[in-house]
């Protein structure tokens, strides 16, 4: 099974500031890369998927990036709206696992 | 416009074995893959395994000796079942889609399902 590590826990930031989230495969997942956003009480969103295409209606200020094992969503101005958890998604030879979600707080 | 829909009891006993319904509006069900992820309390996500429209599976290996994934096409609904409960299965269970995305673009709103004598 492959494990996904996100970092930091938490991200306390402010509006307007740039957040960059990681993902760490503990083997290569091709670009099979998926972001979501989830706020309480909600299903998760997605933003991106294969590693850097943003889903249908995703502001142009998420952005993802990487290849490999290497994975980041950068949100390039947070707006207030952008509060959740963010998890990460790989799937490789159809199996699925999440990352355990980064979340972020504005100040 | 496809939307998802889950149903089922919100409470079932330990030992006992829950049954989900996802019932899809719109679109076809022969060109996707069909989701069930959980969520205990507070906690992440968990992919449970899924279906494509020809009834072909996969299974989180975790769950995989207790997780049966169905579909029927003429009812427009898939469905989960989940043996041998235990209170770790506590949980909301979110039927999705993976429209050849390697993603889930499209989630139902969730059913709260709690394991409890």
């Known amino acids: 099974e492959i494990v996904l590590t996100q970092s930091p826990a938490t991200l306390s930031l402010s509006p307007g500031e740039r957040a960059t989230l990681s993902c760490r495969a503990s083997q290569s997942v091709g670009t099979y890369l998926a972001w979501y956003q989830q706020k309480p009480g909600q299903a998760p969103r997605l933003l991106i998927y294969d590693t850097s295409i943003r889903a249908t209606g995703i502001p142009a200020r998420f952005s993802g990036s990487g290849s490999g094992t290497d994975f980041t969503l950068t949100i390039s101005s947070l707006e207030s709206e952008d509060f959740g958890i963010y998890y990460c998604?790989?799937?490789?030879?159809?199996?699925?696992?999440f990352g355990g979600g980064t979340k972020v707080e504005i100040k | 416009q496809v939307q998802l829909q889950e149903s089922g009891p919100g409470l079932v006993k330990p030992s006992e074995t829950l049954s989900l319904i996802c019932s899809v509006s719109?679109?076809?069900?022969?060109?996707?893959?069909w989701a069930w992820i959980r969520q205990p309390p507070g906690r992440g996500l968990e992919w449970i395994g899924y279906t494509d429209g020809s009834g072909n599976t996969k299974y989180s290996p975790p769950l995989e000796s207790r997780v049966t994934i169905s579909i029927d096409t003429t009812k427009r609904q898939f469905s989960l079942k989940l043996t041998s409960l235990t209170a770790a299965d506590t949980a909301v269970y979110y039927c999705?889609?993976?429209?050849?995305?390697?993603?889930?673009?499209?989630w139902g709103q969730g059913a709260r399902v709690t394991v409890s004598s």
């Open positions: 719109g679109g076809s069900l022969s060109s996707s893959h």
């Open positions: 998604q790989q799937r490789n030879t159809w199996l699925v696992t």
């Open positions: 999705a889609r993976d429209e050849a995305l390697g993603a889930f673009e499209l």
